[in-house]
């Protein structure tokens, strides 16, 4: 059902939006004036997937149902506003965990209710892209929007647990385009379980960052997935997967590396082998990355999602988009990992730009293509 | 006194019970199946208020069911609840959903002394709770809820869908054998409580069972 006449009609100046993000551990909810971020309040629930070694979908969306009124409280305390005074919900309907996804749709879908605002459902991955247009997001390298204004050429790397993608965007509120992401695990997930192979605990990027500063990276030399001549192509005649990644053959190399040193009875370096893997991922994701960019005249690349934080993918991407004269922006770390901010600065671009609500009878969808940016 | 009930341990359902009401119940909705929460409970609600001409301000209070029952479904009913309870400003409770079968039988011409209640809690297995019936009062619980499979039930006739799909192992009523947990019982429930002065509990689900997670434990070395 529609909620008519309320805020969508284009050019509704510096709409107050609230963002609810659940897709996959982090309860998030944010607070938006247009482009300026109120607030970012989100709840975690990394500490109870530790002994897993990796989020485990029940317990994070139980983690959700509990955290979500208290999130809500405190995000609007921190901004100063009433609920009453907001003039649109968004949340996160996908992509992620479908049983996650639920909470946050079902909680928001019930403050449409109580409150009459109305409910935009919006999709995950368009939303990190999103949050860079809030003031001051765009990073110690340059702001990407300007009086919400994207680059004409914006392409997007992101890199979590739960994703690895290089999107083009051409319009934030209706023409995202998949340029390249992972077949099987997202590079986020490959530190996991490598840092489990390592025994540096969980979560793995961290771990891996700071163990890999002592090692040598060039002691061990790991695969580089999806690589070769018969995935690439060229540019005029592209291979299946020539911007698209694969890490499961990468994590099996290191298991058997691991394994060697341990069958010949030698101590494993393990620094030089958290080198070694970091090196291979974040070659392998910037190179692509950058070659994407390169063939499809993209000039400006925002990086986001959790492993934005790993000093070697910063650095790498840095290098080689300032080699390939792409400008790169990193938002602040807070808001590259879930959170709602990005899901309300989303929403507020799609009032802006006179897009209408989703209602209350969509159904939240695990796998919703990066293509619909608001159901 | 007027109560918005929900129910999502098996089908998704809303009900508004009034004191006033013929019977209690003003306006009710139940899905028929199990897997669409999400999609249809707060249309339903917002449908149901709109009906029965009646705003979130009208409430005294909420009252969902907390379970047993299917963890994605169950929560899409209790964070509907906890949302809309933090919205209106209401007081939230949380009842036991096999309460709501419970209610409805003793309330039948098929009322038994003693009697179990089930719902299917997938993976072979039900969600089950024994009752007990004195004449004029609410039945009882004494013993549950419980998760497990339907042959090592006690041997009492089972109310609920739990036991018609188990009907070949269990003593089923038949009567009852499709019955799920509903949230207009549930309401009518919490009222009868409430009437008679006793306390309702809060909004905490009952899983159950735990994640299924598994503790990883040390990787082999290879000697
Ligand atoms: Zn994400």
């Avoid at chain 1, 990276?217 to 997935?225: D, H, N, Q, W």
């Avoid at chain 2, 979130?56 to 994605?72: M, N």
């Avoid at chain 2, 409430?194 to 306390?199: D, P, V």
Wanted: hydrophobic share 45%; charged share 20%.
């Amino acid at each position: 059902m529609n909620h008519p006449g309320h805020v969508n009609q284009p050019g509704t100046v510096q709409p107050l939006v609230l963002g609810i993000e659940s897709s996959c551990d982090e309860t998030g909810v944010g607070i938006v004036r247009g482009t300026t971020l109120l607030t970012n309040t989100v709840s975690s629930s990394m500490d109870e997937h530790v002994r897993f070694g990796g989020v485990i979908p029940e317990i994070a969306s139980r983690a959700h149902l509990d955290a979500f009124v208290p999130t809500l409280q405190e995000a609007l305390h921190e901004a100063g506003v009433a609920l009453d005074d907001i003039d649109a919900i968004a949340v996160t309907s996908g992509p992620g965990l479908a049983g996650a996804l639920m909470v946050g749709v079902c909680a928001a879908k019930a403050l449409s209710v109580a409150t009459g605002k109305p409910l935009y459902a919006i999709n995950h991955l368009v939303a990190h892209v999103g949050v860079g247009l809030l003031d001051g997001a765009g990073g110690g390298t340059g702001g990407l929007g300007s009086g919400a204004r994207l680059p004409e050429n914006l392409g997007a790397l992101l890199v979590s647990g739960g994703h690895t993608e290089i999107l083009r965007i051409r319009s934030i509120t209706d023409d995202v385009e998949m340029l390249g992401s992972t077949i099987d695990d997202a590079a986020g997930e490959a530190y996991d379980k490598v840092a489990r192979l390592l025994g540096l605990g969980y979560p793995g990027g961290p771990a891996i960052d700071k163990v890999a500063k002592h090692g040598n990276a060039k002691a061990i030399r790991f695969p580089r997935g999806l690589t070769q001549p018969k995935y690439m192509g060229t540019a005029e005649e592209p291979g299946p997967h020539r911007y698209d990644w694969s890490f499961s053959g990468l994590k099996t190399a290191v298991a058997r590396c691991v394994e060697q040193f341990e069958a010949r009875g030698e101590d494993v370096p393990v620094a030089d082998i958290a080198a070694a893997f970091q090196e291979a991922v974040v070659d392998v994701i910037t190179s692509k990355a950058v070659l994407a960019c390169k063939e499809n005249r993209i000039t400006d690349l925002l990086l986001g999602g959790g492993v934005a934080a790993n000093s070697r993918l910063r650095e790498l991407t840095g290098q080689r988009c300032g080699a390939a004269g792409i400008t790169l922006h990193v938002p602040p770390l807070s808001l590259c990992t879930d959170n709602g901010a990005m899901v309300a600065a989303l929403g507020s671009q799609l009032i802006m730009a006179g897009i209408g609500p989703s209602g209350v009878a969509f159904a939240p969808d695990s796998s919703l293509p990066v293509t619909t940016v608001s159901v | 006194m007027l109560i918005l009930a929900i129910d999502t341990s098996a089908v998704a359902s809303a009900a508004l019970i009034s004191d006033d009401a013929m019977e209690g119940v003003v306006e009710s909705f139940a899905t028929e199946d199990t897997r669409s929460h999400a999609e249809v409970l707060a249309p339903g609600i917002e449908k149901l208020l709109g009906d029965a001409g009646v705003s979130g301000a009208d409430l005294d209070l909420i009252v969902t069911g907390v379970g047993p029952g299917p963890f994605t479904g169950l929560r899409s009913g209790i964070a509907t609840a906890r949302t809309l309870a933090f919205a209106w400003n209401k007081p939230l409770f949380g009842l036991m959903s096999l309460d709501a079968i419970a209610l409805e039988v003793a309330e039948s011409t098929e009322a038994q002394a003693e009697f179990l209640v089930a719902t299917d809690a997938r993976r072979k297995e039900v969600y089950w709770a024994r009752y007990t019936l004195t004449e004029g009062q609410l039945p009882q619980l004494v013993d549950g809820p419980h998760v497990g499979f339907a042959s090592e039930l006690p041997d009492l006739p089972v109310f609920g869908a739990g036991g018609g799909i188990y009907a070949d192992v269990v003593n089923a009523n038949g009567e009852f054998s499709t019955t799920q947990p509903d949230a207009a019982s549930l309401g009518q429930f919490a009222m009868a409580l409430l009437t008679a002065g006793e306390k309702l509990p809060d909004s905490t689900p009952l899983y159950l069972r735990e994640s299924d997670a598994q503790v990883p434990g040390p990787r082999k070395r290879a000697l």
